[in-house]
């Protein structure tokens, strides 16, 4: 083959310095478009801010069979000065949920606090327990 037949393939399939060079340019235009998501990224999650952390505890629960209830004790804790509002509830023995609450405690200048509180039931329980809180 000639010189002018190769050029003609390479130009029918792609393969001349001017596509090598679009291609080149297009590859490192995305990678740097990529870079700058991932660092955009990574710059607004880690300056999200700091968010007040609770943490909730089961210490334990108490059947009252004859007020076919559950009292169920937790701790609480959260950052003084904050509204939090909390959700009890009681399994049966196939842990379907027979019986749930939502608790609303008041701000208070404690970090931690020992709490609790008496759920009714549609049916006989077999423990209690914290689903979960949040800040209110």
Same mark, same amino acid.
């Given at each position: 083959?000639?010189?002018?037949?190769?050029?003609?393939?390479?130009?029918?399939?792609?393969?001349?310095?001017?596509?090598?060079?679009?291609?080149?340019?297009?590859?490192?235009?995305?990678?740097?478009?990529?870079?700058?998501?991932?660092?955009?990224?990574?710059?607004?999650?880690?300056?999200?801010?700091?968010?007040?952390?609770?943490?909730? #505890?089961?210490?334990?629960?108490?059947?009252? @069979? *004859? =007020?076919?209830? !559950?009292?169920?004790?937790?701790?609480?804790? /959260? &950052?003084?000065?904050?509204? #939090?509002?909390?959700?009890?509830?009681?399994? @049966? *023995? =196939?842990?379907? !949920?027979?019986?749930?609450?939502?608790?609303? /405690? &008041?701000?208070?200048?404690?970090?931690?606090?020992?709490?609790?509180?008496?759920?009714?039931?549609?049916?006989?329980?077999?423990?209690?327990?914290?689903?979960?809180?949040?800040?209110?």
């Amino acid at each position: 083959m000639t010189a002018p037949q190769n050029a003609a393939l390479d130009a029918r399939y792609g393969r001349t310095r001017t596509h090598r060079t679009r291609d080149r340019v297009l590859l490192i235009g995305g990678a740097i478009a990529f870079a700058v998501v991932l660092v955009a990224w990574v710059v607004w999650a880690g300056l999200d801010g700091q968010k007040p952390q609770i943490e909730v #505890t089961d210490t334990g629960h108490r059947l009252i @069979n *004859e =007020d076919r209830a !559950v009292e169920v004790s937790w701790n609480l804790s /959260v &950052p003084p000065g904050n509204d #939090t509002a909390c959700v009890v509830q009681a399994l @049966n *023995e =196939d842990f379907t !949920v027979v019986g749930w609450k939502v608790i609303d /405690v &008041p701000a208070s200048e404690r970090h931690i606090r020992s709490l609790t509180e008496t759920v009714r039931v549609a049916q006989e329980a077999n423990t209690g327990l914290i689903y979960g809180c949040w800040l209110t």
